[in-house]
């Protein structure tokens, strides 16, 4: 059984960082394309980063130079740190692993999307 949980959420003031981290189990970490999306109430699922397995990385125009994916297979640990972090950036985020149909943000709840497997989310809420 797949297993995503992330971690590493919480509350800070604007210009703050956070890492957050997801946790994978029960699939071959080494091999899969992960991604990081964020979801904020009445908003889209929103695509921010993309790490493939051959170390292909992605960005979203938006967190470009603020943002930074990273993996640690040996760990089976996906990870995000997030700097100068603004109140727009406030939002549940969720580590995602690719099962078919690639990345990209979609209309919808994120975890109702069924081309890919889930963590739980993690808060992030960033104050001004």
């Known amino acids: 059984e797949v297993q995503l949980v992330e971690s590493g959420g919480g509350s800070v003031q604007a210009g703050g960082s956070l890492r957050l981290s997801c946790t994978a189990a029960?699939?071959?970490?080494?091999?899969?394309?992960m991604g990081w999306y964020r979801q904020a109430p009445g908003n889209e699922c929103e695509l921010i980063s993309v790490?493939?397995?051959?170390?292909?990385?992605y960005y979203a125009d938006f967190v470009k130079g603020q943002f930074t994916v990273s993996r640690d297979n040996a760990k089976n640990t996906l990870y995000l740190q997030m700097n100068s972090l603004k109140p727009p950036d406030t939002a549940v985020y969720y580590c995602?692993?690719?099962?078919?149909?690639?990345?990209?943000?979609?209309?919808?709840?994120?975890?109702?999307?069924?081309?890919?497997?889930w963590g739980q989310g993690t808060q992030v809420t960033v104050s001004s």
């Open positions: 995602a692993k690719e099962l078919r149909g690639g990345f990209a943000s979609f209309r919808g709840t994120c975890t109702a999307n069924r081309s890919k497997y």
């Open positions: 029960g699939f071959s970490f080494d091999d899969a394309d």
């Open positions: 790490i493939r397995n051959y170390g292909y990385i």
